[in-house]
Structures are given as structure tokens and as C-alpha cells.
């Protein structure tokens, strides 16, 4: 039995709710204050006047993608064209050639191909949707573009080929991330990993070995490509064992804003087509089906406003079994009629505040005439509808603090703020990755303190209600709990 003391124990139950001591026990919490006064501890464990909170969760990113940009090269600080050719020319003198997170500033494979010409030279861009290559890669791969660039499929094609792993390699991946994780006082993450490396079996058995040393809530969504081989191995939807779960299956309705692929109400400016659907309707259709026959929940990608209403639309014709709910991953877009369309369905949207930052002003330019809602947070709030916070790591750092700022202040790099309508509070902010982050594992008892809930803590230096927007950037995490262990401390 443990003793957390001197302390600032916040329950997130209510707001204002503060306990100053806390006992665990087999990864529980048993207890508060006065009610546990009289118990005897194996271990007393002094929280020297910080403050506890539930762990942080992230709702959506993917572990073994983020170990893979920590394994890499990664340019995503470069903005500025000459700069960053400068900076290739020295690396590829080095002999690297694979680059992540590339800001779309018109490098064509022309530039490329002055840099290195006779071995593959890739820029793998921040949205992970794109990639610039050099011509080299282009005859390889029997691919065809005037400036080397290449998006969806086709740039799928290209990382098949030029990024492969072994077994070790993802284990490493995935121990890494999960370290770098619990640096940000992040306890668990639901991630999208299963399709896209090695495939259903040796990713699900990488997870599997880390997670047997290395405590961490990983809740897996099985990629649709994959959805055969979950079926044949008859493993279980949800629970593997203490700390994996297989969720929903991951489809993609349409592509993002930068490659203007996100399939939208009305055409980009300048172009002649609204977006992709990545599916045609009877395909898709089969697909959900399929999905449903298997009694398992859908987790669907869609970014664009008339992608959500046609995602939603078909949703509502196939809902998921009782009990269960379906995910829509980011709904950056939308109309007030697809809002409320959703706001009485089985639905959970995973959110990623940070891309507020990170896509606007600039993807305004895209539009021949602005969406209705354009990451409309509090207005999903207003409509009953439960919205998790994430990163999409590797796209954007999974540190919990910049995603929250993002929510509560929605500033631009020029500081003023994008429609201050949809702010939300620190309350609801610091709510979207710990109890709502925690609803789509079908657990009871995480995402809140309380007695029987986990013992998965993050543990902050300073009152998270009370920061200044200068504090969220600083290090604030000063330890890191899971199931009653200490996986970090400052």
C-alpha cells in the first residue's frame, strides 16, 4: 500500500475538487484524507507541494511513427527554402537521404536532383500524407511527376519501399516513443501503427514485448488493411492483457488541407475539384459491412466539411452495435447541420488543437469560400458531443501542454486569436486528455481520481487552472505514474 502526501491531489470530478493525501494499492486508488488515516503504508511517497492529476492521455497519434521521426532526420524547424537546401546539401554529404516533417516550400525534385542523383533523396512531409522525391526515386518506383511530388497511394509506394524494418527495429521504435512520452506526463496513447510497418502480427508482438517491461495504456486501432489477419488470429476486440487493447478499425474517407485532398463543400481556390473521396461508395459501403459483421466500431479520418457529412450519413444507415461507438479523427470542417446531425449518435471525436497553430492562417488561402465551422471545439461542446484531445504525433509534438494551449487560447503566430468563440477553459482544456481521452478504452475507472479508478498519475509543478499561457511552455512535468510505478520524474 502506498501514501501520496503533502500534495495537491486534483480529482477532476469538479473543478474546484482537492484531496491532499491519496492511498493506492494493486494499482487502485483505495482512498482520500481522513478516510485512510488509520491505514499502514509499505511506502510513503512525498508529492513536496506539487500538484496530481489523472494521467494524461493522448486520443489519437502513432507510437511507432513517433519513434521513427525520433530515429530520423527531422526539418520540420526549416521554413525557409534557401536555408533548408543549405542544410540538405551538408547532410547529404553524410550520406543521409531520408528527411521528416518537410514544410511544403516548392523544393522540386529538380533541387533534389542537384543535391544527390544517383541515390534515393526523400522529404517526407509534416502533414505524412506527401513526399518530395528526386528522380532517382522516381524511375525506382516507375512513378511519374513534373516536380517531384507525390501524394497518397503513391507516396505510400515510396516508403514501402524505402523504409522497412525488422522486428528489433520496431520494438526500439515503440520503447523510444513511449520514453519520450512520459516526459510529458503522457500515461497512455491510442495510436494507428498496426498496418503500416510490419504488419498485424510482428507490430502487435513488438507491442506486446515493450509493454511487458515498460508499463504504458496502449489502446491500438486496427487498420482496415488488416482487419483479415485480426480476424483470423481470433484475437479479442479491447482487452489483451493489462496494458494493450485493440479498438476500432481505422478507415481514411479523404486526405488533409496541404495537399488539398480534404474533400470539401466547395472547390479549393484556383482548382477545379473540392478534394478525394478515398473510397467509392459501394466500396466503402462493403467495407462498413464487413466492419459491423464483426461487431467492431469505426475510427474514420476526415478532415474536410462534405466529407463529414457523407462519413456521418453513412454512420447513421450502418450505427455500431449497442454500447459501442464509432470515432471520427480530427473533423477539422464542418456545417451546423452535420453537428447536429451528430450530436445524438454514438460518436467520439478525437481532436488535435494543435494544428490550429500549425495549418492556419495559411490554409485559409485554400478556400474559394470559408467552411461554417473550422475547428469549432466549443461548438462540439454545446452539441453534447464528446471530443478527445491529440497530437496525430508524428505530425505535431504529443506534448499535452501545447495541444491544451492551443485549445484555450487559439492563438495564431501573429498572436491574435482565431474565432475566440471556440475557446475552451483550462477546465475543459485539461478534461479532453484525461476523462474524455480515457472514454473510448470502455473503461470506468480512468480518466478521473477516485476510489477503484487506475493509478496512473501525471504530476505537475504549478496549478494547471491557474497557468499563465508562458507557463504552458515551460517543463512542468515532475513525474510520470502508472499502475502505482514511477516510469518519470524530473
Not at 520494438?171 to 504488419?199: A, C, E, P, R, W
Amino acid at each position: 500500500m502506498i501514501l501520496w502526501k503533502n500534495g495537491f491531489i486534483h480529482t477532476l470530478k469538479y473543478e474546484d475538487e482537492i484531496h491532499y493525501k491519496m492511498a493506492t494499492e494493486d494499482g487502485l486508488i483505495i482512498g482520500f484524507d481522513d478516510e485512510i488515516k488509520n491505514l499502514s503504508f509499505d511506502q510513503e511517497i512525498d508529492l513536496k507541494n506539487n500538484h496530481l492529476y489523472p494521467g494524461f492521455v493522448d486520443s489519437h497519434l502513432h507510437i511507432v511513427g513517433y519513434g521513427q521521426k525520433l530515429s530520423v532526420i527531422d526539418i520540420s524547424d526549416y521554413k525557409d527554402q534557401s536555408s533548408l537546401l543549405e542544410y540538405l546539401k551538408q547532410q547529404v554529404n553524410l550520406n543521409h537521404t531520408f528527411y521528416e516533417g518537410y514544410h511544403n516550400i516548392n523544393i522540386t525534385k529538380d533541387m533534389l536532383n542537384e543535391l544527390l542523383s544517383d541515390k534515393p533523396l526523400i522529404l517526407r512531409h509534416r502533414d505524412y500524407h506527401s513526399v518530395t522525391v528526386n528522380d532517382f526515386v522516381l524511375n525506382e518506383t516507375n512513378l511519374k511527376s513534373k516536380t517531384g511530388y507525390l501524394t497518397e497511394d503513391d507516396a505510400k509506394l515510396v516508403l514501402a519501399k524505402y523504409q522497412t524494418y525488422d522486428h528489433q527495429d520496431i520494438v526500439d521504435m515503440i520503447d523510444k516513443s513511449i520514453s519520450k512520452l512520459y516526459q510529458y506526463g503522457i500515461t497512455g496513447g491510442h495510436s494507428d501503427d498496426l498496418f503500416y510497418f510490419n504488419g498485424y502480427h510482428d507490430t502487435l508482438n513488438a507491442y506486446r514485448e515493450v509493454l511487458s517491461r515498460k508499463p504504458f495504456r496502449a489502446h491500438l486501432l486496427m487498420h482496415y488493411k488488416i482487419l483479415d489477419d485480426y480476424i483470423k488470429a481470433k484475437d479479442k476486440f479491447l482487452d489483451q492483457n493489462e496494458y494493450l487493447q485493440l479498438g476500432a478499425v481505422k478507415i481514411f474517407y479523404d486526405g488533409t488541407l496541404s495537399s488539398k485532398t480534404a474533400l470539401l463543400y466547395y472547390p479549393y481556390k484556383h482548382e477545379d475539384h473540392q478534394g478525394i473521396r478515398m473510397f467509392e461508395k459501394n466500396d466503402l459501403e462493403s467495407l462498413v459491412k464487413k466492419v459491423r459483421k464483426q461487431n467492431l466500431p469505426l475510427a474514420i479520418h476526415i478532415i474536410g466539411d462534405l466529407a463529414l457529412e457523407e462519413t456521418i450519413s453513412l454512420l447513421k444507415k450502418y450505427p455500431p452495435r449497442k454500447g459501442l461507438h464509432d470515432r471520427i479523427i480530427h473533423a477539422s470542417l464542418a456545417s451546423l447541420n452535420t453537428i447536429k446531425m451528430m450530436e445524438h449518435m454514438p460518436l467520439i471525436i478525437d481532436i488535435q488543437p494543435q494544428f490550429i497553430t500549425s495549418d492556419l492562417p495559411d490554409v485559409l488561402d485554400l478556400f474559394s469560400k470559408n467552411p461554417e465551422y473550422i475547428y469549432p471545439f466549443k461548438t462540439f461542446l454545446k452539441h453534447h458531443l464528446t471530443i478527445c484531445g491529440s497530437s496525430d504525433a508524428p505530425v505535431e509534438i504529443p506534448n499535452p501542454f501545447l495541444g491544451m494551449y492551443a485549445a484555450i487560447y487559439r492563438n495564431l503566430c501573429d498572436q491574435s486569436v482565431f474565432q475566440e468563440s471556440e475557446r475552451l477553459s483550462h477546465y475543459e482544456a485539461l478534461k479532453l486528455y484525461t476523462t474524455y481521452a480515457n472514454i473510448p478504452t470502455y473503461k470506468a475507472n480512468r480518466g478521473l481520481l477516485d476510489k477503484g479508478y487506475i493509478a496512473d498519475f501525471t504530476v505537475l509543478s504549478k496549478d494547471f487552472l491557474k497557468l499563465e499561457a508562458d507557463d504552458f511552455f515551460k517543463d512542468l512535468v515532475e513525474m510520470t505514474v502508472i499502475n502505482e510505478k514511477i516510469v518519470y520524474t524530473k
